[in-house]
């Protein structure tokens, strides 16, 4: 039976678009933004490493998967402000010791947050759905039997791209709240 496309594919499209055309637009020009791009993903990387080691480390958890998922966040959380920190402490020996005040590495500004956001999200979207995507450009589809209007692959990219704004989100607010130094922000952000 052939199936029509659902019609939020469209928005989806839309949205991802955007978040492309931001890190082409805005982030791409500047090799200050790029380098906070790449290493905002880098320390998402290494906060899924570090949960999945202590995963491994504490077989209890298994038992528990609240914990495992209270542990995963606390360490998602832990690399964004271990990576708030760095950036924050690059910028202020970089603005010590250039000549040119221009080049910026702050997480302080909006356009440092942006790229750190849309660099964790890349990179948890990567990791999440990379390999759901990569089969949805093979021949073929997936729909369920009764072809309720969006496929499998559909229903990944839709997720990619809410993890991906998500991330954003959740990074522009975390590093405000760093700066302002409000933790009561910064913990609902973990929350």
Same mark, same amino acid.
């Given at each position: 039976?052939?199936? @029509?496309?659902?019609?939020?594919?469209? &928005?989806?499209?839309?949205?991802?678009?955007?978040?492309?055309?931001?890190? #082409? $637009?805005?982030?791409?020009?500047?090799? /200050? &933004? !790029?380098?906070?791009?790449?290493?905002?993903?880098?320390?998402?990387?290494?906060?899924?490493?570090?949960?999945? +080691?202590?995963?491994?480390? +504490?077989?209890?958890?298994?038992?528990?998967? !609240?914990?495992?998922?209270?542990?995963?966040? +606390?360490?998602?959380?832990?690399?964004?402000?271990?990576?708030?920190? %760095?950036?924050?402490? =690059?910028?202020?020996?970089?603005?010590?010791?250039?000549?040119?005040?221009?080049?910026?590495?702050?997480?302080?500004? $909006?356009?440092?947050?942006?790229?750190?956001?849309?660099? =964790?999200? %890349?990179?948890? #979207?990567?990791?999440?759905?990379?390999?759901?995507?990569?089969?949805? +450009?093979?021949?073929? %589809?997936?729909?369920?039997? %009764?072809?309720?209007?969006?496929?499998?692959?559909?229903? *990944? *990219?839709?997720?990619?791209? $809410? #993890?991906?704004? /998500?991330?954003?989100?959740?990074?522009?607010?975390?590093?405000?709240?760093?700066?302002?130094? @409000?933790?009561?922000?910064?913990?609902?952000?973990?929350?």
């Amino acid at each position: 039976k052939e199936c @029509d496309a659902h019609p939020g594919s469209f &928005l989806c499209c839309l949205s991802e678009t955007l978040a492309v055309a931001m890190s #082409v $637009l805005f982030v791409a020009p500047k090799a /200050n &933004l !790029v380098i906070l791009m790449t290493f905002s993903g880098f320390f998402l990387v290494l906060s899924l490493f570090a949960a999945s +080691l202590t995963w491994l480390a +504490l077989p209890a958890l298994h038992d528990w998967p !609240v914990f495992a998922l209270v542990e995963g966040v +606390l360490w998602q959380e832990a690399a964004r402000f271990a990576f708030y920190r %760095t950036c924050a402490e =690059a910028e202020r020996r970089t603005q010590a010791t250039s000549l040119d005040k221009m080049v910026s590495f702050s997480p302080h500004r $909006l356009e440092g947050m942006v790229a750190s956001g849309l660099g =964790a999200g %890349t990179a948890s #979207v990567l990791l999440m759905v990379g390999g759901t995507l990569e089969l949805s +450009l093979l021949p073929g %589809t997936l729909y369920v039997d %009764t072809c309720r209007g969006m496929s499998f692959f559909e229903a *990944a *990219a839709w997720h990619g791209c $809410l #993890v991906l704004h /998500n991330t954003l989100f959740l990074t522009v607010l975390a590093m405000h709240a760093y700066r302002a130094g @409000d933790r009561a922000r910064a913990g609902a952000v973990a929350g």
